[in-house]
T-cell receptor, first 115, second 113 residues
Framework: NAGVMQNPRHLVRRRGQEARLRCSPV?????VYWYRQLPEEGLKFMVYLQKENIIDESGMPKERFSAEFPKEGPSILRIQQVVRGDSAAYFCASSPGGGADQPQHFGDGTRLSIL | GEDVEQSLFLSVREGDSSVINCTYT??????LYWYKQEPGAGLQLLTY?????DMKQDQRLTVLLNKKDKHLSLRIADTQTGDSAIYFCAESMGSSNTGKLIFGQGTTLQVKP
């Protein structure tokens, strides 16, 4: 039973480039959450998706950030025109359902560094 | 409001008990979680408690919930060096029911041999 798989583990981009972060949920899980962890801080919610739908994007910056979870394939978090402040660890979590009683299982994260 | 607070650092000796504390503000929170993060890794779910419970025990872990004071604690019995990590408490936003988690800033547990 594979857990949540994120890739790449480390990603380096120059300012102005695009970053694409991938997340494959636990098999059978159709709910995906993305969180961002800045250095020395806790995780901050970004977006919650079900297959083909964005349910809650209240934590997403209004510009440059987008997320999708297509019918087939992994969930993608895309950051366009990256800036230094985007440097962080990005974690994906999945759950079998979307309620408060559904424990979220986390991947090992993608560490994004902006030069 | 949404806010979860934790003390930043705790140091204990191997074999002692560790108690990590957490306070939260949203009275509508329905589930409260404890996660463990080792360096360079993701978050490992340790345990969770429903808000109508006041205690949950799972092997060396005991969770206590004081809903009146909005206080949550995690007790680790017989702490081992392998328990050294960052521990996050998180509340699930019951009012919105989307399941998104609000995390504290994490408590670094250092276990001395």
């Amino acid at each position: 039973n594979a857990g949540v798989m994120q890739n790449p583990r480390h990603l380096v981009r120059r300012r102005g480039q695009e970053a694409r972060l991938r997340c494959s949920p636990v098999k059978g899980h159709s709910h995906v959450y993305w969180y961002r962890q800045l250095p020395e801080e806790g995780l901050k919610f970004m977006v919650y998706l079900q297959k083909e739908n964005i349910i809650d994007e209240s934590g997403m910056p209004k510009e440059r950030f987008s997320a999708e979870f297509p019918k087939e394939g992994p969930s993608i978090l895309r950051i366009q025109q990256v800036v230094r402040g985007d440097s962080a660890a990005y974690f994906c979590a999945s759950s079998p359902g979307g309620g408060a009683d559904q424990p979220q299982h986390f991947g090992d994260g993608t560490r994004l560094s902006i030069l | 409001g949404e806010d979860v607070e934790q003390s930043l650092f705790l140091s204990v000796r191997e074999g002692d008990s560790s108690v990590i504390n957490c306070t939260y503000t949203d009275s509508s929170s329905t589930y409260l979680y404890w996660y463990k993060q080792e360096p360079g890794a993701g978050l490992q779910l340790l345990t969770y408690i429903f808000s109508n419970m006041d205690m949950k025990q799972d092997q060396r872990l005991t969770v206590l919930l004081n809903k009146k004071d909005k206080h949550l604690s995690l007790r680790i019995a017989d702490t081992q060096t392998g328990d050294s990590a960052i521990y996050f408490c998180a509340e699930s936003m019951g009012s919105s029911n989307t399941g998104k988690l609000i995390f504290g800033q994490g408590t670094t547990l250092q276990v001395k041999p």
